[in-house]
């Protein structure tokens, strides 16, 4: 647990934490909403599924 404390406060630039935790929050925010039209149903629940993953998995990879 220290080393991740040391590696997110000593080996990033300060401004990006908060941001990288922002954008992560925002695409997974995105992904529940899409996911919630996916549980209605219909014609399109694939393409939202779809929209949810790529949404989520967007936001893990930029965080990165």
Known sequence: ???A???LTDQHTPWVVP???CVCWISCYVALLLEQRV???GAW???WLLAAAFSAGA???STH
Do not use: D, E, Q, S
């Open 5 to 7: 404390l040391v590696c």
């Open 59 to 61: 936001g893990i990879w």
């Open 45 to 47: 629940a694939p393409t």
């Open 39 to 41: 549980r209605k149903g």
């Open 19 to 21: 941001l990288a935790a």
């Open 1 to 3: 647990m220290y080393r």
